[in-house]
């Protein structure tokens, strides 16, 4: 019998590329997403196609309220979705606590499904200064996981794999490639509209673009214009 796994999967190229890696290495995937209060839905329902055709066992996506606390650009519209990022300043498009209640529910999830294993796309290459993208606050999170549940308490260890924590974004879209994934099915830009066309101008972008080009493949992004 396989090991089960819970796999946060938002829809973009990274999630999807993890996703993709946990089904290459045994596990029985169960995808975990969330309608935050982000700016579109797009990604959302990448996220729904995604997991059928990358092979998770069941996906649920959990309803949140974080455009209530705001302080976002993804999550407050009154915020512009900055196309040019300052060096050494954590961007507007961060969102507080995002990864660390996402994580936690990923954790509630698997504790339920008798999983020890979660699954997370963050970076520490080619990601934009998120302080929940480091590895410290992965070590730390995992520290906590084992503490802070009755399965820990009982004797069994959560993981926190983290297989894009040192790749950059060409990496990610080569192995991705690799394991079959079709990247036209993923939305990763922060303003997509309602048919999950890219901006092609936001940091999200970039970085995509970036990495195909990169990688010497042909970007399938949908683009606005």
Same mark, same amino acid.
């Given at each position: 019998?396989?090991?089960?796994?819970?796999?946060? %999967?938002?829809?973009?190229?990274?999630?999807?590329?993890?996703?993709?890696? *946990?089904?290459?290495?045994?596990?029985?995937?169960?995808?975990?997403?969330?309608?935050?209060?982000?700016?579109?839905? #797009?990604? &959302?329902?990448?996220? @729904?196609?995604? #997991?059928?055709?990358?092979? /998770?066992?069941?996906?649920?996506?959990?309803?949140?309220?974080?455009? /209530?606390?705001?302080?976002?650009? %993804?999550?407050?519209?009154?915020?512009?979705?900055?196309?040019?990022?300052? @060096?050494?300043?954590?961007?507007?498009?961060?969102?507080?606590?995002?990864?660390?209640?996402?994580?936690?529910?990923? %954790?509630?999830? #698997?504790?339920?499904?008798? *999983?020890? $294993?979660?699954?997370?796309?963050?970076?520490?290459? $080619?990601?934009?200064?998120?302080?929940?993208?480091?590895?410290?606050?992965?070590?730390?999170?995992?520290?906590?996981?084992?503490?802070?549940?009755?399965?820990?308490?009982?004797? &069994?260890?959560?993981?926190?794999?983290?297989?894009?924590?040192?790749?950059?974004?060409?990496?990610?879209?080569? %192995?991705?490639?690799?394991?079959?994934? =079709?990247?036209?099915?993923?939305?990763?830009?922060?303003?997509? $509209?309602?048919?999950?066309? /890219?901006?092609? &101008?936001?940091?999200?972008?970039?970085?995509?673009?970036?990495?195909?080009? #990169? *990688?010497?493949? =042909?970007?399938?992004?949908?683009?606005?214009?």
């Amino acid at each position: 019998m396989n090991r089960k796994a819970v796999v946060l %999967l938002s829809g973009g190229l990274d999630s999807a590329t993890v996703l993709a890696i *946990a089904k290459s290495e045994g596990f029985d995937c169960y995808a975990l997403s969330f309608d935050y209060g982000q700016r579109h839905s #797009a990604e &959302l329902r990448a996220a @729904e196609r995604l #997991a059928v055709s990358l092979g /998770a066992i069941d996906r649920k996506c959990i309803h949140l309220g974080l455009d /209530a606390i705001g302080g976002s650009a %993804l999550t407050d519209e009154a915020i512009a979705v900055p196309n040019v990022l300052q @060096e050494g300043i954590i961007p507007v498009t961060y969102v507080p606590a995002r990864n660390t209640v996402f994580l936690a529910l990923a %954790l509630g999830w #698997a504790e339920v499904l008798n *999983a020890t $294993d979660i699954f997370i796309g963050v970076n520490a290459v $080619d990601y934009s200064g998120y302080p929940d993208c480091r590895p410290a606050f992965i070590e730390a999170f995992q520290t906590l996981a084992n503490v802070a549940t009755k399965a820990g308490v009982e004797g &069994l260890r959560f993981k926190i794999h983290t297989p894009l924590i040192d790749l950059s974004k060409s990496d990610i879209i080569q %192995l991705g490639t690799a394991l079959g994934v =079709q990247y036209a099915e993923t939305v990763s830009c922060y303003s997509a $509209d309602d048919y999950g066309r /890219a901006c092609g &101008l936001c940091d999200a972008c970039r970085l995509r673009k970036q990495g195909f080009d #990169a *990688a010497g493949l =042909q970007d399938p992004t949908r683009y606005m214009a």
